[in-house]
């Protein structure tokens, strides 16, 4: 580690602290209490017990066979850290995944047994969920537990243990179920390149108390080798399964990044740079086969550390399916799933970029076949938006959605797109959607987008280059909205303010600041602002708000100016350090 990044990770403990450290016999103690007696040693079955006491899935890449694997393994009692903290995801109304990774002192080809616990406050005097688990180097010593039998909408503190080695205390939260709570509000992130700045975003957001959840939509890591603010490791671009997996561990080290995961539960898709830049199902932009290998080889080594290392939810079959012990993002690494948010919203969450896109072939093409989804997901879109019964419809996916061209003139008559990487380049899918939204007349339906590096928010027509097809004044042929989060950390290009000049329904722009975006949604409305900080230095006093802040009303399906909405009363706790 460099002097500035010795400098900085002594000054984020400062600002942050550390994760408390607790003896063994207070672990032991909250344990055999919480869990009505039941003391760690008896529940080394725990994981899969009928009793509720200590149920849990232990869930890992490929964790059919090999969770049998490390199971059968010899228990090692080499001191271990907790180096990378914890994690959260995926929240249904009954469970949640919970993540952590052990740092073992020395080599080993034996499992070390981790045992955790989940409670109702944050001194774990109500112990709720309990058990152990083993982890080993066949899945980089992370651990990922599925824990159910939760109550709905409800905060839980978590925590974990090997050894004398105690965990830093993480915070979740589950989802609603039908009405326990009329508002949602979420942080939504991007973009967050390791060597373009400091993560001041993420130790921002997570001083928010109130907030359910956060979405991040990809490029949560780069797999370039540069070094500018900081500097990547390892020093190159990564192609291999131990490329990826060293990736994500500086990543999780930020003290940052650390803990916006240690306080609120994530959901989580990927865009290209978890894999390469322009990356698609059968290639990518940046893979030089000749040097850099079979790309089915890299893609399932990198789908597989993906879920190695992040708090996601395993497919029900999560066997090794591509080479080399890897994970097909079309198969046992599919991403695009449905969480449902009560009656309030359901958000559908989408992978643009490896489970069915073709590659990248300009915007003149519009078929079946130039697909940014594949069939297999875009009819399970189309089915889970008609189904929905939730107020809002919420697409939570990685690229730039509504139609914006450089040349507003119809499709036939000379049109010119910004962006072929983006949905523009992949017209027929997104043909799909508006049709579905118009012959089964819905309403509510917003897009979430990240990759671009800016702000942006736009009404969403099916074409504003058609005259009559949309007025910009009252929206009328708007069918839902579009909100963009700017990067956590990454230069964006001077282009989308100078696109809105041609195309009126492009309602806001920013591609200056970097940050997170805030959606507050209630049955009436659904709200984006954003705010923006720093990331050439560490600071976490400078966020400020931006001056424009949208909403969309229930029924209407176009953006209008808004003040900013107030914080949530009297929110959980946040978990100590």
């Known amino acids: 580690m460099g002097s500035k990044n010795r400098r900085y990770s002594k000054s984020i403990s400062k600002r942050l602290g550390h994760g408390r450290l607790i003896s063994r016999r207070g672990f032991l103690k909250t344990s055999v209490i ?7 040693a008896s529940q080394l079955s725990g994981c899969g017990s009928e009793d509720l006491s200590t149920s849990a899935q232990t869930t890992a890449a490929g964790n059919n066979t090999q969770a049998r694997e490390i199971d059968a393994l010899a228990v090692d009692n080499i001191l271990v850290e907790f180096k990378h903290s914890v994690a959260s995801g995926d929240p249904l109304s009954d469970r949640v995944i919970i993540w952590t990774r052990v740092n073992p002192s020395q080599a080993t080809e034996r499992a070390i047994l981790v045992s955790w616990e989940m409670a109702l406050d944050p001194g774990f005097s109500q112990v709720v969920r309990s058990g152990n688990t083993k982890t080993a180097a066949q899945r980089d010593y992370t651990v990922k537990l599925d824990v159910d039998g939760l109550k709905p909408y409800t905060t839980y503190y978590y925590r974990f243990k090997s050894g004398d080695a105690v965990s830093p205390t993480g915070r979740t939260k589950t989802a609603p179920i039908s009405n326990e709570t009329d508002r949602i509000r979420a942080a939504v992130v991007a973009c ?51 490329d990826y997996r060293e990736r994500y561990a500086q990543y999780r080290e930020d003290p940052f990044l650390q803990e916006a995961h240690r306080q ?7 865009d290209d740079h978890e894999t390469t830049n322009n990356s698609y199902n059968d290639g990518a932009e940046n893979h030089q086969p000749d040097t850099e290998g079979d790309w089915q080889v890299r893609k399932g080594q990198a789908v597989r550390a993906y879920f190695e290392w992040m708090p996601i939810r395993e497919n029900s079959s999560s066997e090794f399916d591509a080479p080399e012990k890897g994970l097909k993002p079309e198969g046992n690494g599919k991403v ?41 997901q875009r009819e399970w879109l189309l089915s889970e938006m008609k189904n929905n019964q939730a107020e809002w419809t919420v697409v ?11 040349v507003p003139l119809p499709d036939d008559s000379g049109a010119q ?38 702000t942006i928010a736009m009404d969403l027509p099916r074409d504003a280059g058609l005259l009559g097809g949309y007025n910009p004044l009252t929206g009328a042929g708007s069918l839902g909205v579009e909100l963009c989060c700017n990067a956590v950390a990454n230069p964006g290009l001077p282009i989308w303010t100078a696109a809105r000049t041609v195309n009126p329904h492009l309602k ?5 600041d970097n940050g997170y975006m805030l959606i507050d949604i209630t049955r009436d409305s659904l709200q984006a602002e954003w705010y923006y900080n720093l990331i050439r230095t560490i600071d976490l006093t400078q966020e400020r708000p931006d001056l424009v802040s949208l909403r969309t009303v229930s029924g209407t399906n176009n953006l209008l100016p808004s003040s900013r909405t107030e914080s949530k009363v009297n929110p959980p706790q946040l978990a100590p350090t």
């Open 396 to 406: 939570a996916q990685q690229m730039t959605f509504g139609p914006v061209k450089a």
């Open 336 to 376: 695009f799933r449905t969480i449902r948010y009560g009656d309030v919203a359901t958000f559908l969450v989408l992978d643009t970029r490896l489970a069915g896109r073709v590659m990248q072939n300009g915007t003149a093409i519009v078929s079946e076949e130039q697909t940014i989804l594949g069939k297999e």
């Open 508 to 512: 806001h722009a920013n591609e200056i």
């Open 192 to 242: 967050s390149n390791y060597v373009a700045g400091y993560f001041n975003a993420y130790g921002l957001l997570a001083r928010r108390a109130d907030l359910d959840l956060v979405f991040h939509l990809g490029d949560y890591i780069y797999e370039t080798g540069d070094a500018i603010i900081r500097a990547h490791r390892p020093a190159r671009e990564i192609v291999s399964l131990a």
């Open 34 to 40: 919480g869990a009505g007696g039941l003391s760690l």
């Open 417 to 454: 797109y910004v962006n072929s990487d983006a949905w523009d380049g992949y017209r027929f899918d997104r043909n799909a959607i508006f049709d579905c939204i118009e012959e089964n007349n819905l309403k509510n339906f917003t897009v979430l987008s990240g990759d671009i590096h800016a």
């Open 264 to 270: 609120h539960p994530w959901v989580v898709t990927w």
